[in-house]
């Protein structure tokens, strides 16, 4: 009586099959499974229409039974491509098509294996705790300019009566627009440091402390 637990996933593979109603070749991926029954019913067409849909268990399959029942009703069909059969040849120009689509963030696979990256890690707001979100609720205030606490830049009053308001004049300057550049570029670094030791000392209260103290003296 030994138990073991173990997962095992279908032996899928891409196989050729003809259709002889749309007189067309498919590269699909089926399982082990699914090619016995297509050979037990005698071709693609047969097991796709007299197949029930629970069995076939595949969108693109279904989608493929509802052409080939258009087919067999309209023998006068016309030809139309269908979606996910177009096989781009491997060449230079598809080859620099797939780099260009990659994502930013690649990593090659050899550094994903022995590289923790979790530090670079940035939870989305609702996996956030509420101190978390207070946090990044006062670094987007500042980002965008519109921190309340600022004496200098609150609005005042010219000597005609006249409400200045100081921000507004101070966005417009080019010192304003050199110096947000720069802060853009470092604000990730910035965050994702503060991050590495705040998941490290969370618990610690006077480290904690500290900490906070250090980044909101940074942010002024």
């Known amino acids: 009586m030994k138990y073991r637990i173990e997962t095992q996933k279908p032996n899928i593979y891409k196989k050729k ?42 969108k693109f399959g279904v989608y493929l039974r509802d052409i080939l029942r258009e087919k067999q009703a309209n023998p006068e069909m016309p030809y ?17 098509w797939e780099h260009r689509n990659m994502p930013t963030m690649y990593t090659p696979a050899n550094l994903r294996a022995v590289t923790d990256f979790s530090e670079f890690y940035e939870k989305p707001p609702h996996e956030m705790s509420r101190y978390e979100l207070n946090e ?23 000597s005609e009566g006249n409400v200045v308001d ?8 080019d010192y304003y627009f050199t ?27 006077r480290r904690r402390e500290l900490l906070c103290e250090m980044f909101d003296e940074t942010d002024k």
């Not at 139309?80 to 620099?96: D, E």
């Not at 990044?136 to 010219?158: C, F, H, T």
């Not at 100081?166 to 300057?173: A, D, G, P, R, Y």
């Not at 853009?184 to 670094?189: L, R």
Request: with cysteine.
């Open 166 to 173: 100081k921000l507004e004049e101070f966005k417009k300057t």
């Open 80 to 96: 139309q491509y269908i979606p996910g059969t177009a096989q781009l040849p491997r060449n230079r120009r598809t080859k620099i």
């Open 17 to 58: 099959l003809r259709s002889d109603l749309l007189n067309r070749d498919f590269k699909l991926w089926i399982s082990m499974k699914t090619r016995k029954c297509i050979m037990k019913a005698g071709s693609l067409d047969k097991y796709l229409l007299n197949t029930k849909e629970k069995h076939i268990d595949s």
């Open 179 to 205: 110096n947000r550049e720069q802060i853009k570029k470092i604000q990730p670094m910035r965050i994702g440091i503060f991050k590495r030791y705040w998941d490290r000392f969370k618990f610690n209260k």
């Open 136 to 158: 990044l609720e006062k670094i987007i205030r500042i980002e965008d300019g519109i921190d309340q606490e600022e004496v200098d830049l609150a609005p005042s009053v010219d």
